[in-house]
């Protein structure tokens, strides 16, 4: 899903990719190829932002688990480094088209880190989750905020996974059997 915001600059001089690359690694790879895809062809620069958050840390800090402020910091320092090397992994891929200044690991919540990482893009990437029926067109708490309320465009991503049911839903529509299209895909 596309959404250009009237009165953004076009062609897009800087595009930002929010990436999760603890999340889907197909999705955040598909989000880099765009991005830079996009990037490469429009003449703009390239930013890619993760954030991330420790699961939990208030009630570390302040409930029964009673850590110091040294073990509470080394498992922060620790989660940090692991969000750390999943995105430069997936940076890494793409590094002609990158430096080190435009991947930013943003500690904090991913919804008020990305508006606000978008105010200085033209276009926010974004991931959105696969889910079908329904539910799929709830596209996700983080990427439905944002497409909300961005004061950027924004291309939002569903997962590879996503299209392949879609795709197979489709097939089965058109008189295949659920049997049928297990053998097909296998």
């Not at 110091?68 to 969000?83: F, N, S, V």
């Not at 919540?109 to 893009?121: C, D, P, R, T, W």
Request: glycine fraction near 8%; charge should be neutral; hydrophobic fraction near 40%.
């Amino acid at each position: 899903m596309w959404i250009d915001k009237p009165g953004k600059t076009i062609p897009y001089k800087r595009i930002g990719a929010a990436v999760d690359p603890l999340g889907d690694q197909s999705n955040s790879t598909k989000i880099m190829e765009l991005s830079t895809s996009l990037a490469a062809t429009e003449g703009a620069e390239l930013d890619v932002v993760h954030c991330w958050h420790l699961e939990g840390e208030s009630m570390l800090r302040g409930g029964r688990a009673k850590l110091t402020d040294t073990e509470l910091d080394l498992i922060l320092r620790r989660e940090q480094q692991k969000h750390a090397n999943q995105l430069n992994q997936l940076t890494s891929r793409f590094s002609q088209h990158l430096n080190d200044s435009n991947i930013h690991l943003i500690k904090g919540n991913a919804v008020e880190n990305i508006l606000e990482f978008g105010k200085q893009s033209d276009l926010i990437v974004i991931g959105t989750i696969g889910r079908v029926g329904i539910p799929g067109f709830i596209i996700g708490n983080t990427a439905e905020e944002v497409l909300q309320f961005a004061q950027s465009s924004v291309l939002a991503v569903k997962p590879v996974v996503f299209r392949n049911l879609c795709h197979l839903f489709m097939i089965t529509i058109k008189g295949m059997t659920h049997e049928q299209n297990r053998f097909r895909f296998q």
